[in-house]
Structures are given as structure tokens and as C-alpha cells.
């Protein structure tokens, strides 16, 4: 039974979407979650709120196809069009008004990077009690470059210290866009031990530049693993240093690429913690299991 799920970012590809509230888009993609009443929580990628970019084709003999906007109190004027975008602050607002999203505004300061937040997964036995943080970073990429700045560094040096500061919790961390340090770790060819995994298809395509963050991380006993998404054409996972550098598996339906789709699953056991995580695909075979602590 699925008991918590995490959209890692691409939830919609807003570059190619023709409305000016991407947020019906939004509501569906995330509706399979939403309609079987689990509970879930997001990061932006670098596609979510991307500028509408106008197809070549369009400039042709053929023209501008007819455009038609959903009814759904969508606002387009004639001079406007409907390719206006919707932001990644009017995005978070739309999702976290719904029951079951655990999503949530990060500290304003950090803006333009918006989905920067904490949870904390507690114990079965006293829920005051926490067995794991979930830490959610916006790396960035769409309205703005791709990057994970030195305030969110900070930001994630201070939370930290507040509400794990002899690092006893373990720690766990999700955003889009891979770090350089994935491209340190990334199988030449094959997916050779000590990393698993089953698709390795194409080169990492990391952030524009490292400004603090994977210094913080690799220097906290208490952080596991690192989950990102991005690269539709990996699925691996591969030790650097004191932890873990995974890939998700591309799910959805859009985006590039013919991979057969699948989803990363995480399991937290507690007395004693463990983190185990494998890759479970749209056909309910599962591979590449592998222990995180």
C-alpha cells in the first residue's frame, strides 16, 4: 500500500501548454493520487512554469491553429492570447488548496525558488516522535536558472541546526534538477556495482553550478540519500561519499523519450531505521532494490 507520494518535479510541461492558468493541468496529473486519497508533496522542475515557447511550424503558410481555452474561469484576451503561463507561486497555491497536499510555501526571501519546506515523518508509535525529515528544494530551471542558490544552503543550514541539531534524525532530500556531484558518480557505460539500476541512456544534465548546498549534505551524518528527477533516461543509484545520489524513474506520460515508465518507491522501517528503495514499473515488475542506510 502506497502511503505517501512525492511529484519530483515536470508535473507539466507549461512550455508547451496554449492556457493562461496551467493549474487544470496541474489538478490532473496529480488526480490518480488525489482520487485514491493518498497524501503527496511536490517540488518545481524546470519545466512547470516555462515561458510558453511558440511551435516553428505556426510561422508557416498553414498559420496560427485556432486556439481554444478552457471555460473553466480561464481569462484570455484577444491582444493577450492564452499563453500568458502561470507562475510557480500561482501553481502552490492552487495544489496546497487541496485535501491530501502536504506541499507547502518556503521562506519568501529564497524567492524566485518557491517549493523549499520541510516534513517530518513520525514514529507509528508516538507521533510527536520524528523517524525521518523529507527535505523539498527548488532547484530552479523555467522563469529562472537552474541552480539551488547559497540562501537555500543557508536556509537548509539553519533548519537543520533547529530541529535536528545533533543530527540524530535521518535526513532524506528531494529537488528536480541533479547536482554536478551526480556527474562524479555517473556509470560510464553500464550500471556497474556499487550503483544499481536498470536505464543509464543519456549524460547527467546537472545544474548550472554548485553554491553551497552538497557541502552542507555530504558534511551531515544524519542525510541518507538525494532523490532527483530530471533525466527521463536514468534510473540509477550511486554511493558518493557518506550517501546516496538516486534518480526516480520517469513516470508520466509526457515529456521526451520512450522508456518504458515506472516510479522509484522508498521504504522507512523503524527499530532500527532502515531506508530501502527499488523501482516498481507500470507492469508491477520491480528491480533494482537496494539498502540507503
Not at 118 to 144: K, R, T
Not at 226 to 238: E, P, S, T
Request: charged residues 15%; aromatic residues 12%; contains cysteine.
Amino acid at each position: 500500500m502506497t502511503d505517501f507520494v512525492i511529484y519530483l518535479g515536470d508535473v507539466i510541461t507549461a512550455n508547451n501548454i496554449m492556457v493562461a492558468n496551467a493549474s487544470l493541468y496541474w489538478d490532473q496529473a496529480i488526480s490518480p493520487t488525489q482520487n485514491r486519497g493518498i497524501p503527496w508533496a511536490s517540488v518545481f522542475g524546470n519545466h512547470d512554469d516555462a515561458p510558453f515557447e511558440w511551435p516553428l511550424e505556426w510561422f508557416s503558410t498553414l498559420g496560427i491553429p485556432q486556439i481554444r481555452c478552457p471555460p473553466t474561469g480561464t481569462f484570455c484576451s484577444g491582444e493577450e492570447g492564452c499563453f500568458k503561463g502561470t507562475g510557480r507561486p500561482e501553481l502552490l497555491k492552487n495544489e496546497i488548496k487541496h485535501n491530501g497536499s502536504f506541499s507547502t510555501y518556503g521562506p519568501r526571501n529564497l524567492w524566485p525558488s518557491v517549493s523549499n519546506y520541510v516534513l517530518q515523518v513520525s514514529s507509528s508509535d508516538d507521533p510527536q516522535l520524528p523517524l525521518a525529515f523529507l527535505y523539498f528544494l527548488d532547484s530552479g530551471g523555467g522563469s529562472y536558472p537552474e541552480i539551488i542558490s547559497s540562501a537555500q544552503a543557508e536556509w537548509f543550514q539553519q533548519k537543520s541546526k533547529q530541529i535536528n541539531s545533533d543530527s540524530r534524525v535521518p535526513e532524506i532530500i528531494f529537488w528536480h534538477i541533479p547536482s554536478t556531484a551526480y556527474k562524479t558518480v555517473a556509470p560510464k557505460l553500464t550500471i556497474q556495482k556499487p550503483c544499481v539500476g536498470s536505464i543509464n541512456k543519456e549524460s547527467v544534465a546537472s545544474q548550472e553550478a554548485e553554491m553551497g548546498i552538497m557541502n552542507l549534505l555530504v558534511n551531515r551524518t544524519s542525510v541518507k540519500a538525494i532523490f532527483v528527477g530530471h533525466n527521463h533516461g536514468l534510473d540509477w543509484c550511486c554511493p558518493y561519499q557518506k550517501l546516496w545520489l538516486c534518480y526516480a524513474r520517469h513516470t508520466g506520460y509526457g515529456g521526451y523519450g520512450d522508456w518504458p515508465r515506472g516510479a522509484r518507491i522508498l521504504e522507512i522501517t523503524e527499530n532500527p531505521f532502515s531506508l530501502k528503495t527499488w523501482i516498481r514499473m507500470e507492469d508491477g515488475q520491480m528491480h533494482s532494490e537496494v539498502g540507503l542506510s
